[in-house]
């Protein structure tokens, strides 16, 4: 991966009208050089920004000759949005073609035909929904997708009571907005309760040189996000991916999208052309160290072996 590249801030609407911001990231042309990349549309995992280390996977890419388009989601980050983080599955589903959308309108850049989608966590499982109904997309790649959010969301809860009372809170959220007040915020990452979370995502061990990847995250989402977690089941919708080419890369010690469902999924429901990678680690070991250099040379070679041309 000898060429460089360099990485310019964009902006681009979505179909109702949000503006999102992000990085595009291409490859260094020679002079006179009028040769189209392909492209890769990419965006954080649940709750996260842009620079959280998901931007080192797009850096891998367009080592590779590949222009990648990383943007954080509505409402987070740099990107315009109401209510201030709110992480609505529905709607970033949808910015996922607003952003291939624009991909293809760098005429003088990207090839239109040969666009791939590439997520990691929530995003991995935006990206098997996008892939199923936006037939733009020529390949993805799957990292350790939520599937099943209503099955994750009754796992963490004690017992039936604690379970309870979480759809209660849900019910006076929804009773609370409208009646005009504002949605409750609470924290995305509970020390107590996620350690692996907080190891990722805590700002005061970050090493120096990481410190500047926090300054547009917020530990905080709405209520109501986690509400609409629990009604979002991507698992429906990966019979539908096929024909497009579907890598899914895996943790082999997941507690936060489960391995094991992840894998059985793929096993039964998945259509060929398909391959699945596993790596030691849990959900947040992607992003750094070996793990990171085996599932972005995992990403890498699936988008070659069916982008590049």
């Known amino acids: 991966m000898s060429a460089s590249f360099t990485r310019h801030n964009v902006e681009f609407p979505t179909e109702n009208g949000v503006l999102l911001r992000g990085w595009l990231f291409e490859?260094?042309?020679?002079?006179?050089?009028?040769?189209?990349?392909?492209g890769i549309v990419m965006s954080p995992y649940y709750g996260g920004v842009k620079e959280l280390f998901v931007d080192l996977y797009a850096e891998y890419f367009a080592k590779s000759n590949f222009v990648a388009l990383l943007y954080d989601n509505q409402n987070f980050g740099d990107s315009a949005g109401e209510p201030r983080q709110e992480i609505d599955p529905k709607k970033q589903v949808q910015d996922y073609s607003s952003a291939i959308t624009y991909l293809q309108s760098l005429t003088n850049l990207v090839d239109p035909e040969r666009i791939g989608i590439w997520g990691t966590s929530y995003s991995g499982g935006h990206v098997l929904v996008v892939s199923a109904i936006d037939k733009r997309v020529k390949c993805v790649v799957s990292q350790m997708p939520s599937?099943?959010?209503?099955?994750?969301?009754?796992?963490?809860?004690?017992?039936?009571?604690?379970?309870?009372?979480?759809?209660n809170a849900f019910?006076?959220?929804r009773k609370q907005i409208v009646e005009g007040g504002a949605p409750r915020i609470i924290p995305i990452v509970r020390p107590a309760v996620q350690p692996d979370w907080w190891a990722f995502f805590d700002v005061n061990q970050a090493l120096d040189e990481d410190k500047w990847r926090y300054k547009n995250?917020?530990?905080?989402?709405?209520?109501?996000?986690?509400?609409?977690?629990?009604?979002?089941?991507?698992?429906?919708?990966?019979?539908?991916?096929?024909?497009?080419?579907?890598?899914?890369?895996?943790?082999?010690?997941?507690?936060?999208?489960?391995?094991?469902?992840?894998?059985?999924?793929?096993?039964?429901?998945?259509?060929?052309?398909?391959?699945?990678?596993?790596?030691?680690?849990?959900?947040?070991?992607?992003?750094k160290g070996q793990p990171f250099?085996?599932?972005?040379?995992?990403a890498n070679e699936w988008f070659t072996k069916y982008l590049q041309t």
């Open 217 to 287: 995250w917020k530990n905080e989402q709405t209520l109501h996000s986690v509400e609409m977690y629990g009604e979002y089941n991507p698992e429906e919708y990966i019979e539908q991916v096929s024909p497009c080419p579907l890598l899914m890369i895996v943790a082999d010690n997941d507690t936060v999208t489960f391995t094991e469902d992840e894998i059985e999924l793929f096993e039964k429901k998945a259509h060929e052309p398909k391959k699945l990678v596993k790596f030691k680690g849990h959900h947040f070991s992607a992003y």
């Open 293 to 298: 250099e085996i599932t972005s040379k995992a």
């Open 27 to 38: 490859p260094i042309r020679k002079v006179g050089n009028q040769k189209l990349y392909p």
């Open 171 to 173: 019910e006076r959220d």
């Open 147 to 167: 599937i099943n959010g209503k099955k994750n969301l009754r796992r963490v809860q004690k017992n039936d009571e604690e379970y309870q009372k979480l759809l």
